[in-house]
């Protein structure tokens, strides 16, 4: 069980956006930045989004992220074939003293 | 470029040690808090611990605490993960990561190593 909590699956044709969502309390998402990760098959995870919405040169503006009280989420516009893979988010909690991640959601690209 | 080589992964049975190193370039490895990650197999990402610039703070996940000690060398831009009382819920690709802040932590991972796998069976 994840102290973030992201579905499990989400899914797009090409073109469209799609969200994706975590959910976490005061003690993490709340209180700390939020940071999203894309991992695709057989690869370590990338780096997609930190401090909740500030993307690192070289991903696309197509991705956003945004933050409200214990949520947040990463938005994928114009959605693309290459976009298939497992998304995560993380924070600082501050009540364990460390770094928690969500589930993880599989985004398929119908 | 910052890389993040991690080395030292295999098998080992229940109950024994294996020590992981990662070693660290394109960046002042002195400069940044750095992590150990580790994924199971077919599961999600479960942060280890965290251990300072200077290596005076540490912080561990209850999971591994008391069994597993993280460590670092800045001298020779290294970090190290000694894994003791290995269990099977042990296996997986463990990964080597930075965090993003600059001698301050940010307490949000930028680069991630390729990773190791360990399996821990009889």
């Known amino acids: 069980q994840s102290v973030l909590t992201q579905p499990p699956s989400a899914s797009g044709t090409p073109g469209q956006r799609v969200t994706i969502s975590c959910s976490g309390s005061?003690?993490?998402?709340?209180?700390?930045?939020v940071y999203w990760y894309q991992q695709l098959p057989g690869t370590a995870p990338k780096l997609l989004m930190y401090?909740?919405?500030q993307r690192p040169s070289g991903v696309p503006d197509r991705f956003s992220g945004s933050k409200s009280g214990t949520s947040a989420s990463l938005a994928i516009s114009g959605l693309r074939s290459e976009d298939e893979a497992v998304y995560y988010c993380a924070a600082w909690d501050d009540s364990l003293s460390g770094l928690v991640f969500g589930g993880g959601t599989k985004l398929t690209v119908l | 470029q910052v890389q993040l080589v991690e080395s030292g992964g295999g098998l080992v049975k229940p109950g024994g040690s294996l020590r992981l190193s990662c070693a660290a370039s394109g960046f002042t490895f002195s400069d940044y808090y750095v992590s150990w990650i580790r994924q199971a197999p077919g599961k999600g990402l479960e942060w280890l611990s965290y251990i300072s610039n200077s290596g005076t703070t540490i912080y561990y996940a209850d999971s591994v605490k008391g069994r597993f000690t993280i460590s670092r060398d800045n001298a020779n831009h290294s970090l190290f993960l000694q894994m003791n009382s290995l269990r099977a819920e042990d296996t997986a690709m463990y990964y080597c990561?930075?965090?993003?802040?600059?001698?301050?932590?940010?307490?949000?991972?930028?680069?991630w190593g390729q990773g190791t796998l360990v399996t821990v069976s009889s």
């Open positions: 005061s003690s993490n998402i709340g209180d700390n930045y």
């Open positions: 990561a930075r965090d993003r802040g600059w001698e301050l932590p940010e307490f949000g991972i930028d680069y």
């Open positions: 401090k909740n919405n």
